[in-house]
Nanobody, 120 residues
């Protein structure tokens, strides 16, 4: 079983920055990818950024340049640095961990979510 715990959300004003953290723990062979998703009220969950085990990253087109995903492999932790926040970034941010828990079995695990609120 894999546990995923996010932290770092909060209330900020537009233009400010926040850094989210997500740590994975438990029993698994390897982490294939870690990513951030968000869900705003009344909207579907959408991908924010993903980082693969080799370090490759991908971002939602609308967020490139403001958000940066990074990881500490030794700590099984992923970070999301969010700069120049806008009111439209207000959402619950979820961490996803894609872990290999068997020789061939890969599964997705989610954190409980952390609220980010940006006031304009």
């Amino acid at each position: 079983q894999v546990q995923v715990v996010e932290s770092g959300g909060g209330l900020v004003q537009a233009g400010q920055s926040l850094r989210l953290s997500c740590a994975a723990s438990g029993t698994f062979f390897a982490i294939n990818a870690m990513g951030w998703y968000r869900q705003a009220p009344g909207k579907q969950r959408e991908v924010v950024a993903v980082i693969l085990s080799g370090g490759s990253t991908s971002y939602a087109d609308s967020l490139k340049g403001r958000f940066t995903i990074s990881r500490d492999g030794a700590k099984n932790t992923v970070y999301l640095q969010m700069n120049n926040l806008e009111a439209e970034d207000t959402a619950v941010y979820y961490c996803n961990v894609r872990a290999r828990i068997g020789l061939v079995h890969v599964d997705d695990y989610w954190g409980q979510g952390t609220q980010v609120t940006v006031s304009s």
